[in-house]
């Protein structure tokens, strides 16, 4: 089985790919452009970094994504989107469709894992409508819609269908009529609901073996039924890394409040120095930046030279830093990405200067900014340490073991767990 996964954000083509490391497949998170093929058991993901952009640039970016694999022989393909569907949603699965031309595109955003399920066409976060979630208030790509028929469509400008819990348990003979219709009516998108892991299940199931063409399309919860459906099994994969004494670095760049809190919980932690650097200098001219991240380099030397964890985080005054922002002229998505660029070049310089080996890495946009300036071409997915939060191993001037998270993914204790692990120890 030859898989091809296109995902907006590094994080989540990482935690994505983490689902597929349990079928023995060799999976890769591409961090530039590919040479070679696939081989007959790989998973490659591509990384777009499209979430935050236009939804112009996002279809071209994602097209040409497309482009580059069409020609190549996989046998699955999936578009990996936000499980809080921020992004450009509609607009990538267009480029994705009007490359390949399938009949359908299924669309099942659920992580039921995460608490992310989607019932009657409402998606849901452990409990709360979408629109009623942070994912309302995200500084780059809010999200004010719930009802996915109508997010998808509105984005999309495209017919959505919809695939409902009592179409799902009514078995194979009354999903697949429900596809010759939609076929009938030239509806391609279909939004499917997800209460249960046996909802996404049947989803797989049912509509996998019928002669359709489909691109599937979701969160890291249904990929993961995938190798299933294409006769691939389960197989052990925990691998231990190499025994290590050496400090680990972890950057912070979420704000949300589930990675604050486990931000909290490591810094409890006996060896760990936290540093926190300030959203509103790095944003306030390049002679006040230039001084923030000098105060950064100089702490953070001081602690690594006593082979102390070292835990990198930007601060949560968000409120602060936008009005700091207005000031210089800059937009929401301004401002992330400078803060964002400065946790990656100081990240970038520690890993360098002391030739550190273990890396954790949250934020997806702070995850791709270190990568970036490392010079690093492949991510090489292992394991992992909790549900979605995938341990790897990069390729480029130097080997770096690193685990990469979602802002808002994990229990308050992973970033505990991801140390013990990077250093070689058993969870």
């Known amino acids: 089985?030859?898989?091809?996964?296109?995902?907006?954000?590094?994080?989540?083509?990482?935690?994505?790919?983490?689902?597929?490391?349990?079928?023995?497949?060799?999976?890769?998170?591409?961090?530039?452009?590919?040479?070679?093929?696939?081989?007959?058991?790989?998973?490659?993901?591509?990384?777009?970094?499209?979430?935050?952009?236009?939804?112009?640039?996002?279809?071209?970016?994602?097209?040409?994504?497309?482009?580059?694999?069409?020609?190549?022989?996989?046998?699955?393909?999936?578009?990996?989107?936000?499980?809080?569907?921020?992004?450009?949603?509609?607009?990538?699965?267009?480029?994705?469709?009007?490359?390949?031309?399938?009949?359908?595109?299924?669309?099942?955003?659920?992580?039921?894992?995460?608490?992310?399920?989607?019932?009657?066409?409402?998606?849901?976060?452990?409990?709360?409508?979408?629109?009623?979630?942070?994912?309302?208030?995200?500084?780059?790509?809010?999200?004010?819609?719930?009802?996915?028929?109508?997010?998808?469509?509105?984005?999309?400008?495209?017919?959505?269908?919809?695939?409902?819990?009592?179409?799902?348990e009514q078995g194979t003979e009354h999903i697949a009529a429900r596809m010759a219709a939609f076929k009938e009516q030239r509806i391609a998108y279909i939004v499917a609901d997800s209460a249960t892991e046996a909802h996404m299940e049947t989803i797989v199931k049912h509509i996998a073996p019928l002669s359709y063409s489909v691109i599937w399309a979701g969160s890291s919860g249904l990929i993961r039924y995938l190798p299933q459906a294409y006769g691939l099994s389960r197989v052990h994969t925990e691998e231990a890394l190499p025994r290590s004494e050496k400090p680990v670095l972890l950057v912070v760049g979420s704000v949300s409040p589930a990675g604050r809190r486990q931000l909290e919980r490591v810094l409890q932690v006996a060896g760990v120095t936290g540093i926190e650097m300030d959203a509103v200098r790095v944003i306030s001219g390049e002679t006040v930046m230039e001084a923030e991240l000098e105060k950064l380099r100089r702490l953070a030397d001081d602690a690594l030279g006593k082979n102390r964890h070292v835990v990198l985080f930007s601060s949560d005054k968000v409120e602060e830093t936008r009005r700091a922002g207005q000031r210089f002229g800059f937009g929401p998505v301004e401002i992330s990405n400078r803060i964002s660029q400065a946790l990656g070049q100081c990240a970038a310089e520690l890993v360098t200067r002391h030739g550190l080996q273990h890396l954790f890495l949250t934020g997806g946009d702070t995850?791709?900014?270190?990568?970036?300036?490392?010079?690093?071409?492949?991510?090489?997915?292992?394991?992992e340490v909790e549900n979605g939060i995938p341990l790897g191993k990069l390729s480029g001037e130097q080997d770096i073991f690193a685990v990469t998270k979602a802002g808002n993914f994990g229990s308050e204790a992973v970033m505990e767990k991801a140390v013990l692990k990077l250093q070689g120890g058993a969870l």
């Open 1 to 168: 089985m030859r898989i091809a996964v296109i995902a907006d954000d590094l994080t989540g083509a990482s935690d994505c790919g983490g689902q597929l490391v349990h079928y023995g497949l060799q999976v890769s998170v591409v961090l530039g452009r590919r040479e070679t093929n696939p081989l007959p058991n790989e998973a490659v993901i591509l990384n777009t970094d499209s979430r935050s952009l236009s939804g112009e640039e996002a279809y071209r970016t994602v097209q040409e994504a497309c482009r580059q694999i069409r020609n190549e022989p996989f046998d699955v393909l999936y578009k990996k989107m936000d499980s809080t569907m921020r992004g450009n949603v509609g607009q990538e699965i267009n480029a994705v469709y009007d490359v390949f031309a399938p009949d359908f595109v299924i669309i099942a955003p659920a992580y039921i894992g995460n608490g992310r399920q989607v019932i009657d066409g409402i998606h849901y976060v452990n409990g709360i409508k979408l629109h009623e979630t942070e994912a309302a208030h995200d500084p780059k790509t809010p999200v004010q819609e719930s009802r996915l028929v109508k997010l998808i469509g509105d984005q999309a400008q495209r017919k959505v269908g919809h695939l409902s819990r009592a179409d799902l």
């Open 367 to 383: 995850a791709h900014q270190v990568f970036q300036r490392l010079n690093l071409h492949e991510f090489r997915l292992l394991a």
